[in-house]
């Protein structure tokens, strides 16, 4: 069983930083994708930074040099750096089979409940 829990969010002025953590059960991370999402009020859930199962990541470019996603053996993270109030969301890590056929991520299947993340001016 796949279980994701997500801690670390808070409340913060802009330019400030937040670690978020995912305690993650269940996963291989050689047969996983890991991903943080975010979805801010009356937005669209959008992806913000992930690992394939090599251990390449990806970033949104709207978070490119101020955020960086790690992991240990059990832990995803996301240092969060420069806030600004658009970084304002909900932030979820989730989980994915790596598709060793397509060389890619397949849905994202198992998420975390969530930890809120709100940037003020």
């Known amino acids: 069983q796949v279980i994701l829990v997500e801690s670390g969010g808070g409340s913060v002025q802009a330019g400030g930083s937040l670690k978020l953590s995912c305690a993650a059960s269940?996963?291989?991370?050689?047969?996983?994708?890991m991903k943080w999402f975010r979805q801010a009020p009356g937005k669209e859930r959008e992806g913000v930074a992930q690992?394939?199962?090599?251990?390449a990541t990806n970033y949104a470019d709207s978070v490119k040099g101020r955020f960086i996603i790690s992991k240990d053996k059990d832990t995803l993270y996301l240092q969060m750096s420069r806030l600004k109030p658009e970084d304002t969301a909900m932030y979820y890590c989730?989980?994915?089979?790596?598709?060793?056929?397509?060389?890619?991520?397949?849905?994202?299947?198992?998420w975390g409940q969530g930890t809120q993340v709100t940037v003020s001016s």
């Open positions: 989730a989980a994915g089979p790596f598709s060793f056929a397509s060389q890619s991520c397949m849905e994202y299947r198992h």
């Open positions: 269940g996963i291989t991370y050689a047969d996983y994708c």
């Open positions: 690992f394939d199962t090599y251990g």
